[in-house]
């Protein structure tokens, strides 16, 4: 069961979720000027192609195989005429490669048939093409400049979760959480902030809080439990 750090928020008189929200964004903000999308790509298909396959990998080895890959595939058309098991070839280093191939000639489909072979930015229709879940829709909607909900994955989950700002674990329910209380111009670079706070300092297993620039903000800071009184 997941601990509820929105109690101990309560508890050790840090404030409401929605009070502590706004100096959380800015000091993880200016904490982290760089966090950004670690994928590169220069159209919107290649950012379709490219969060799709970072599914199960890190996104330094769909980098590695995207160079390679997106000057060979300029085009939707180009991934239909070529043969899937090239395809499947061309992105075997990202792992579930057959899946992968799949799914991207589908969406390279659908984009043809129904987008005029462009990429959309509401989230129904991105969550119509096949292999896009919603992980995958938000991140795409998200750089587009469109965002339309919080991305949440491993780093997003932990952090929201040790700041207090979910009781969830279900990554819907955690994202429903950030929705009510992130403000919205913030949905599109707030993951970001997480992601690059949780690969710097709130690391999974060993979170440095005496150098974190939250940690009076933070219920599961362990500074803060050193000088707050015995429950
Ligand atoms: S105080 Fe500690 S647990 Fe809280 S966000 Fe910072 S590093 Fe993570």
Known sequence: MTRSYVREARRRGLGRRR???GPIVDRLAAEHEDAAIALRFRTDVELLVSVMLSAQ???VNV???TEHLFSKYRSPEDYLATPISELERDIYATG????KAKAIRG??????????GRVPTRLDDLLRLPGVAR????VVAAELGHAQGVVVDTHVRRLSQRLGLTRQD????IERDLQRVVPRSDWARFPHL??????RVCIARRPVCEACAVNDLCPSSRVDAARSPAP
């Open 194 to 199: 997480l992601i690059w706070h949780g690969r």
């Open 96 to 99: 579930f490669y057959r899946q």
């Open 170 to 173: 279900d990554p819907v329910k």
């Open 19 to 21: 009070e502590r929200i």
């Open 107 to 116: 969406a390279m489909r659908v984009l043809l048939d129904d987008y005029e």
């Open 63 to 65: 980098n590695r195989v």
């Open 57 to 59: 990998t890190t996104d």
């Open 135 to 138: 992980k995958t829709a938000n």
